[in-house]
């Protein structure tokens, strides 16, 4: 692991597996790598990732994220076999599909996932989107079907109907510990009162344009540790063109504090997240710039501060599950308050 990397710990919720690098103790959980590498892509993405995850091996990265969606985890998979990285010192999550939450798919969906892996555990399997969809088959080309509105439409699976077979993977030894993805804080507590095993994180869109302070400050509070996806504020993001608003990368708070440290804007916005105290996983295919993202450097809370007042009035979420899957997936309510 790349030495200087900071750790934020998480829970590990099985005590079948043996002491483990990432492993600060079983009861207490994993020390685990806060910057990660992210495998999600497009349609070439299984090709490049498995190139650029020996790449990011031999840079240190020991924290590995993927899902069933991505069509990464084969890729990811035999390029850490093909490393001779020892499996017991990379933490890979992966996820549960909207289509695979009635609980007789849950086991099928993460014994796919395992397969596809190579592995015999998944250490942290989380569930992807806080909604389900009807189920058509694990084939890939019927994971996201829309009707003829461009919509998916939900049906009524209970969460912690599926989290109770989740609960399940973790008591049988396939998987060591059990997350969600895309939770509000409401969905976090019903969850919390209900599960015999919490969530040990919960993997969200943060970057200055949407800092998502609220759930930040829940989550330690809490012991539910986050991971930052879209770190860099997604900037092919189509809004920013259309209403003239900077990307991200070109806000002048993080131009300024690049200049302050020497560091490109990628890098002061991923330390940044770092410096708030959560995992965030960027994404590149590119050498120079893998290598480039994992080097760690502490920010002054001023310039912190900075880039947090970004997205404090005006947020910007860019991945909008109303755009990407229809307007009966609007699980943030976001779109009924514009209405």
């Given at each position: 692991?790349?030495?200087?990397v900071?750790t934020i710990k998480?829970?590990c919720?099985s005590?079948?597996f043996?002491?483990h690098?990432?492993?600060?103790d079983?009861?207490?959980?994993?020390d685990?790598?806060?910057i990660?590498?992210g495998?999600f892509?497009?349609?070439d993405?299984?090709?490049?990732?498995?190139d650029?995850v020996?790449?990011?091996?031999?840079?240190?990265?020991?924290?590995?994220?993927?899902?069933?969606?991505y069509?990464?985890?084969?890729?990811?998979?035999?390029?850490i076999?093909?490393?001779?990285v020892?499996r017991?010192?990379v933490f890979v999550?992966?996820?549960?599909?909207?289509?695979?939450k009635?609980?007789?798919?849950?086991?099928?969906?993460?014994q796919r996932?395992?397969?596809?892996?190579?592995?015999?555990?998944?250490?942290m399997?989380?569930?992807?989107?806080p909604?389900?969809?009807e189920?058509?088959g694990?084939e890939?080309?019927?994971?996201?079907?829309?009707d003829?509105n461009?919509?998916?439409?939900?049906?009524?699976?209970p969460?912690?109907?599926?989290?109770?077979?989740?609960?399940?993977l973790?008591?049988d030894?396939?998987?060591r510990?059990?997350?969600?993805?895309?939770?509000t804080i409401?969905?976090?507590e019903e969850?919390?009162?209900?599960?015999?095993?919490?969530?040990?994180?919960?993997?969200?869109?943060?970057?200055p344009s949407?800092?998502q302070?609220?759930?930040?400050?829940?989550?330690?509070?809490?012991?539910?540790?986050?991971?930052?996806?879209?770190?860099?504020?997604?900037p092919?993001f189509?809004w920013?063109?259309?209403?003239?608003?900077?990307?991200t990368l070109?806000?002048?708070?993080v131009?300024?504090?690049a200049?302050?440290?020497?560091?490109?804007?990628?890098?002061?916005?991923?330390?940044w997240?770092?410096?708030?105290g959560?995992c965030?996983?960027?994404?590149?295919?590119?050498?120079?710039r893998?290598?480039?993202?994992?080097?760690?450097f502490k920010?002054?809370?001023?310039?912190?501060?900075?880039i947090t007042?970004?997205?404090?009035?005006?947020?910007v979420?860019?991945?909008d599950?109303?755009?990407m899957?229809g307007p009966?997936?609007?699980?943030?309510?976001?779109h009924k308050?514009k209405a």
């Amino acid at each position: 692991m790349a030495a200087n990397v900071p750790t934020i710990k998480v829970g590990c919720h099985s005590n079948k597996f043996s002491m483990h690098i990432c492993v600060l103790d079983e009861e207490v959980g994993y020390d685990l790598p806060m910057i990660g590498y992210g495998t999600f892509g497009g349609a070439d993405a299984p090709h490049l990732v498995h190139d650029a995850v020996k790449v990011a091996l031999q840079c240190g990265y020991r924290h590995f994220d993927t899902a069933y969606l991505y069509q990464t985890e084969r890729s990811l998979g035999d390029a850490i076999r093909e490393s001779g990285v020892p499996r017991e010192e990379v933490f890979v999550t992966t996820k549960l599909w909207q289509t695979f939450k009635r609980p007789e798919h849950v086991r099928p969906a993460c014994q796919r996932s395992l397969e596809d892996l190579g592995f015999d555990y998944i250490d942290m399997y989380m569930f992807h989107w806080p909604m389900a969809w009807e189920f058509h088959g694990f084939e890939h080309d019927k994971i996201q079907v829309k009707d003829e509105n461009n919509d998916i439409k939900c049906i009524d699976i209970p969460i912690i109907d599926t989290w109770r077979e989740m609960e399940k993977l973790v008591k049988d030894g396939l998987v060591r510990s059990i997350g969600v993805a895309n939770f509000t804080i409401e969905m976090l507590e019903e969850l919390i009162s209900k599960a015999e095993i919490p969530p040990a994180m919960n993997q969200i869109e943060i970057h200055p344009s949407l800092p998502q302070e609220e759930m930040v400050n829940w989550g330690k509070k809490n012991n539910v540790a986050l991971t930052a996806f879209s770190p860099l504020g997604n900037p092919g993001f189509s809004w920013y063109a259309a209403t003239g608003h900077s990307k991200t990368l070109e806000e002048p708070a993080v131009l300024k504090a690049a200049e302050k440290y020497n560091k490109t804007p990628v890098q002061i916005l991923i330390n940044w997240g770092v410096a708030r105290g959560y995992c965030v996983i960027p994404k590149s295919v590119t050498p120079e710039r893998i290598k480039a993202n994992i080097e760690y450097f502490k920010m002054d809370d001023e310039d912190v501060e900075e880039i947090t007042k970004i997205g404090r009035e005006h947020p910007v979420r860019t991945c909008d599950p109303v755009l990407m899957f229809g307007p009966s997936n609007d699980v943030f309510g976001e779109h009924k308050k514009k209405a």
